[in-house]
């Protein structure tokens, strides 16, 4: 069951009754210590599952490579799984009931401080990290549709995907040119309780993402990129765009 969207439906329709109730820090620090837990579970059970079946070599040769251990794949490559979510970004947009103006454009560099042209590769969960980026990919389309008007087409705002790397870490870029977050809410972007999403329930059922539900993929996200030993920021520029 969507575990997340429906968890983030019930937080939506409390609210919109009587949200006296799940205001505060004490609701945020409850949803954050619930769904880090759920995310522990969910990783080692994946990870177990995967495991075991490994031994099988009916589903070890169809399903995994020799560089995946479990759900862990130790040549993870940033840049192809940033490349794949941007796609997936770019077909849901493509959809005709969102495509109001023009097509959504991606772009997606790959840099190492080596020099070296071949890919960077890194020990990460690949999965998550395509959650992770889709979500933020996600976001910036949506804020950039927003954004675009009759004269200024989607097409040329094109959102930037910027892939580094040294010999001690991985970092990942998104720059949208969506106008960004007035200042006032932008402390408002990490709480469960605001979202600028206008999504059916639905849409999030279907979607099979874990980040995916009304309010709770950015502050989802993060607690995904934590766990795993990362992290997530944003820098905010209203009237131009946001980083994350």
Not at 118 to 125: D, K
Not at 137 to 142: D, E, H, V
Not at 150 to 168: E, F, L, Q, Y
Request: include cysteine.
């Amino acid at each position: 069951r969507p575990v997340v969207a429906l968890l983030a439906e019930a937080i939506r329709k409390m609210n919109r009754s009587d949200g006296s109730f799940i205001e505060g820090n004490t609701f945020q620090s409850w949803a954050d210590t619930f769904l880090l837990s759920r995310i522990s579970t969910e990783m080692l059970t994946s990870h177990y599952i995967a495991v075991v079946g490994s031994h099988n070599p009916a589903v070890n040769s169809r399903d995994q490579g020799s560089d995946c251990i479990g759900i862990v794949n130790t040549k993870c490559n940033p840049g192809q799984i940033c490349e794949e979510a941007a796609e997936a970004v770019q077909k849901m947009f493509a959809a005709p009931d969102r495509q109001t103006h023009g097509d959504i454009v991606i772009h997606v560099h790959s840099h190492s401080d080596s020099g070296s042209s071949s890919a960077i590769e890194f020990s990460y969960i690949p999965k998550y990290l395509f959650y992770i980026v889709q979500e933020l990919l996600s976001n910036s389309a949506r804020a950039t549709v927003e954004a675009a008007s009759g004269t200024r087409g989607a097409s040329t705002m094109p959102i930037t995907v910027t892939v580094c790397a040294d010999v001690k870490q991985v970092a990942i870029r998104i720059s949208d040119q969506g106008g960004g977050i007035p200042f006032g809410k932008a402390d408002e972007i990490w709480s469960y309780l605001f979202s600028t999403s206008h999504q059916p329930f639905q849409d999030y059922v279907e979607s099979g993402s874990p980040l995916a539900g009304w309010g709770v993929g950015l502050p989802l996200g993060r607690l995904y990129a934590r766990y795993l030993g990362g992290s997530l920021e944003l820098m905010n520029v209203p009237g131009t765009g946001v980083d994350a």
